[in-house]
């Protein structure tokens, strides 16, 4: 039989290396309770650990394409609010229009008809110039001003300062709802309302004859605008053309048709930031549950591993002063 010599140094040795492997392990499992992490550093587990920063990564990314939606959809929220009472607007004019063209509307009712229909322009040049937030939401990308202004010598003509609408996208407004993915929030409104403007100042013909400013007019602005005008030439000239204002119904029809076109473009784009959102949102859920099934510590389980642990290291700490205490004198 052969006999292999352990001296006493080595045991104390291989002693103190297991209280100090059990202490270790002890207080690891502490550290994993107080924090309720199982991976605080990443040398606990180095694959784990970028899993964790990518899927951290990821659930920032979503975090920002869910706020930009958020505003998006908030946004839209206050244009479709708006397009509504443009439309109520609209069809008030019409019901004024039918009125005045009525053979029997005399300059007493005109004249009535002319101040209710210069108060739904003005109306509507408020509805033009909503704003969310610090951003005047019809304007394009000149956000900072207002989108319509009263501009002429008696303040009768509408002016669009925002970005022109264009078969170009110069006027477009985007936020990006994934990698490379962007989606156009806006409407602009001289599209949508359009304008009515001096195209040439009255001035004198070669004879010294006075000629009538020639006004340009486009969308709900145009034909309300031409409607008021011609009411007010009606009044002052005493001779009421009952089929021209009557042909501004045809307008107002167009008018409507434009917003209620821009009503559905602005339900479409919701539509699809709602279904965004839910994915993204979905999404959400599901990374943060795999997050935690990396990161986070099962208490339960921790909490007896560590009861182990605690035995396991009184355990060595009294087998450790048992051994450690004999000598050759305990032979003697």
């Known amino acids: 039989m052969v006999y292999t010599r352990i001296t006493n140094a080595s045991m104390s040795q291989n002693i103190l290396q297991n209280l100090y492997t059990n202490r270790s392990s002890l207080l690891e499992l502490q550290e994993q309770i107080s924090s309720g992490k199982k991976i605080t550093s990443p040398s606990d587990d180095a694959s784990a650990a970028m899993g964790i920063l990518s899927l951290n990564k990821n659930i920032n990314e979503n975090k920002t394409y869910l706020n930009n939606i958020d505003l998006a959809l908030s946004e839209l929220d206050t244009t479709e609010s708006t397009i509504k009472s443009s439309i109520e607007v609209i069809n008030r004019a019409k019901e004024l229009t039918l009125t005045a063209s009525n053979g029997t509307s005399g300059e007493n009712e005109l004249s009535a008809i002319k101040i209710e229909i ?14 969310f937030g610090n951003k005047y939401i ?4 000149n956000t900072e001003n207002a989108t319509f202004s009263a501009t002429g010598d ?4 509408i002016t669009y ?3 022109p609408y264009s078969s170009s996208t110069d006027y ?3 936020v990006e709802i994934s990698d490379g993915i962007t989606v156009t929030i806006n409407l602009a409104g001289d599209d949508i309302f359009g304008s009515y403007t001096t195209e040439t ?9 006075p000629t009538p400013a020639v006004m340009e007019g486009s969308g709900i602005f145009g034909t309300l605008c031409a409607l008021r005008d011609e009411l007010d030439t009606a009044i002052s000239s005493g001779e009421i053309n009952y089929d021209a204002i009557r042909e501004k119904i045809d307008g107002l029809d167009d008018g409507l048709n434009d917003l209620l076109n821009a009503q559905a473009k602005v339900g479409g784009i919701y539509s699809r930031l709602e279904m965004t959102q839910n ?3 979905d999404d959400a859920i599901n990374l943060k549950k795999y997050r935690s099934g990396l990161e986070d510590v099962d208490l339960a389980s921790a909490i007896s591993d560590m009861q182990f642990q605690q035995t396991a290291l009184e355990a060595s700490l009294q087998i450790g002063s048992m051994v450690m205490q ?7």
């Open 326 to 332: 004999t000598s050759l004198l305990n032979y003697i």
């Open 279 to 281: 994915k993204y949102e």
């Open 161 to 163: 300062n925002g970005t």
């Open 138 to 141: 019809f304007s394009g990308l």
């Open 118 to 131: 210069e108060q739904l322009i003005g109306t509507l040049s408020d509805l033009g110039n909503t704003k």
């Open 201 to 209: 100042p009255a001035g004198v013909d070669g004879e010294g004859n």
């Open 172 to 174: 477009q407004r985007k």
């Open 154 to 157: 008696d303040n009768n003509e």
